[in-house]
């Protein structure tokens, strides 16, 4: 079974998204942009999500966990609980 790992930030909007992605691409660490703004409890291991299979996230994160290049910077991505950032860390078959 395919499994990812992923990491990500929560946001309450796109543009706010789109403002830590800037950051993030200038430069500045995931895992520091993630402590800081994330409103997931994650935040505070730098947005890491651990490792999980298809189905165990919400669809559309789901999309892009299995999509994604490893290590590519994607978002925003819309769920129900608000705007991600997200990066896969790893993948597997």
Do not use: N, Y
């Amino acid at each position: 079974m395919a499994m990812a790992t992923a990491r990500h930030i929560l946001v309450d909007s796109e543009e706010e998204a789109q403002a830590l992605k800037q950051e993030i691409e200038q430069g500045k660490a995931f895992a520091e942009v993630a402590a800081e703004h994330s409103k997931c409890p994650s935040g505070r291991q730098g947005g890491d999500l651990g490792q999980f299979g298809p189905g165990m996230m919400v669809p559309e994160f789901d999309k892009v966990c299995f999509s994604a290049d490893v290590g590519s910077l994607e978002g925003p991505i819309k769920t129900q609980f608000g705007f991600h950032l997200l990066e896969v860390t790893d993948r597997t078959e």
